[in-house]
Nanobody, 126 residues
Framework: QVQLVESGGGLVQPGGSLRLSCAGS????????IAWFRQAPGKEREGVSC????????YYADSVKGRFTISRDNAKNTVYLQMNSLKPEDTAVYYC???????????????????WGQGTQVTVSS
């Protein structure tokens, strides 16, 4: 069973950048599809980006495409979400989640993600 711990959230001004980290333990994250979700107050949770197991195909929601980048460092057993050009509407609690052996075809099946971190708050405000 894999355990996930997010870090890197904080307060940033509009236009700024943050890098979120999702550190795994208990099993190699390379065998898992990893997704970043976010949930803002009063809104439903949404999947913003994911990376497949193995070959590392990526997906981005339209709201973050061109601004966010997801990546893996297998040596550190960590997945990152680099967030640039942040907007106030990016404010949310961000969660990483994992599911074993997700391919490019299945990585956006958000209901499959069954291991979750505790979340990290991102606030974009001047």
């Amino acid at each position: 069973q894999v355990q996930l711990v997010e870090s890197g959230g904080g307060l940033v001004q509009p236009g700024g950048s943050l890098r979120l980290s999702c550190a795994g333990s208990g099993y190699a994250l390379s065998y898992y599809g990893i997704a970043w979700f976010r949930q803002a107050p009063g809104k439903e949770r949404e999947g913003v980006s994911c990376i497949s197991s193995g070959d590392g195909n990526t997906y981005y929601a339209d709201s973050v495409k061109g601004r966010f980048t997801i990546s893996r460092d297998n040596a550190k057993n960590t997945v990152y979400l680099q967030m640039n050009s942040l907007k106030p509407e990016d404010t949310a609690v961000y969660y990483c989640a994992a599911a074993f052996d997700l391919t490019m075809e299945t990585m956006t099946h958000w209901n499959l993600y069954n291991y979750w971190g505790q979340g990290t708050q991102v606030t974009v405000s001047s």
